[in-house]
């Protein structure tokens, strides 16, 4: 009896130190872009709208208006996903009034960024969360690139942004 006791309890010992967590196992683990997530691509190419570019197999893509595609949506997640929106307004509305906050190259051509933060709005949970937009012209088009939930463009949003690129 001694030794089933013994033998129980030694197993039960070995199990439990087994099973319990190792201190780096506490540790969140910090999320960042690995080459590997960003070299694994997909070609999107919008033969409407006359422009391509690379995006995540991660993301899957939503068309808005189905007619021209002026208007996509690439979506990973709830707070991860971008557009692409083409318009012939010589100024979109919704950018009236905001100062541009950078220069860039949007496929080949001269961009402005924006920053776009509703002032008002304290916290994750915003009506209109932040985004940031870039901007450039081509044939008389507008064409932005709108990053949701993003004050400053790096990692995924930067590749994605480097990718586009004009056809023709």
């Given at each position: 009896m001694k030794r089933f006791l013994f033998l129980l309890l030694s197993g039960t010992l070995f199990l439990g130190a087994c099973s319990s967590p190792s201190p780096s196992s506490n540790i969140p683990e910090k999320k960042s872009v690995t080459k590997d997530e960003v070299s694994g691509k997909d070609v999107y190419t919008n033969s409407f709208q006359k422009y391509s570019l690379e995006i995540p197999l991660a993301y899957r893509k939503a068309i808005i208006d189905k007619d021209l595609e002026t208007n996509v949506k690439f979506k990973k997640s709830a707070k991860e996903y971008f557009f692409v929106k083409v318009s012939e307004e010589p100024e979109s509305e919704q950018y009236e009034g905001v100062e541009s906050s950078g220069d860039t190259i949007l496929g080949g051509f001269p961009a402005k960024v924006?920053?776009?933060?509703?002032?008002?709005?304290?916290?994750?949970?915003?009506?209109?969360?932040?985004?940031?937009?870039?901007?450039?012209?081509?044939?008389?088009?507008?064409?932005?690139?709108?990053?949701?939930?993003?004050?400053?463009?790096?990692?995924?949003?930067?590749e994605v942004m480097k990718s586009f690129t004009f056809l023709e």
């Open positions: 924006y920053v776009i933060v509703d002032e008002n709005c304290k916290g994750d949970d915003c009506a209109v969360p932040p985004k940031t937009v870039v901007r450039t012209y081509k044939n008389g088009k507008m064409y932005a690139m709108e990053f949701w939930y993003v004050k400053e463009i790096n990692g995924v949003n930067d």
